[in-house]
């Protein structure tokens, strides 16, 4: 599994959004310039980091989440937006269990006024290893 899938599938806050994302449409260059750790790149991955790991430990102890959003990775946009919600819209406390977890990144995102995703952020370390 490349490190894309692997980090949508662990993305909770991918759950809506990530079967869409295409290009990142910012840069390193574009983080918000304040002097306050959670609004610098490295604030940015640690509270993706501790996310992140929430997420994948989440969806290791819920397989069909698992599956579903595994699954999207390799579907349509539009067929992965479907069926990521239709499974959530069925299971709504697994959706309110990972909007819970997601929120440090919500947190962070709004105290900065960027919208930056955990999967951005790897795509943004991606390209630096190519």
């Known amino acids: ?3 894309f899938a ?3 599938r662990r993305s ?3 759950i809506f959004g990530a079967c869409a994302i ?3 449409a910012m840069g390193v260059g574009n983080l918000p310039a304040a002097s ?3 609004c610098k790149a490295s604030g940015f991955a640690a509270t993706a980091s501790g996310v992140l790991s929430s997420a994948g430990a989440y969806l290791d102890a819920h ?3 698992d599956d579903v959003l595994t699954a999207a ?3 349509p946009p539009e067929v992965a937006r479907s069926s990521v919600r239709g499974y959530f819209l069925a299971h709504p406390g697994e959706f309110l269990d ?3 977890i997601v929120q440090p990144l919500k947190d962070v995102k709004a105290q900065c006024g960027v919208d930056l995703s955990p999967s951005q952020l790897a795509s943004l370390f991606e390209a630096l290893a190519e």
């Open 63 to 65: 397989p069909p989440a």
């Open 22 to 24: 295409g290009a990142v």
């Open 12 to 14: 909770a806050t991918g």
């Open 1 to 3: 599994m490349n490190l």
């Open 36 to 38: 306050a750790a959670p």
């Open 98 to 100: 990972l909007q819970r």
């Open 6 to 8: 692997s980090t949508l």
């Open 73 to 75: 990775a390799s579907q």
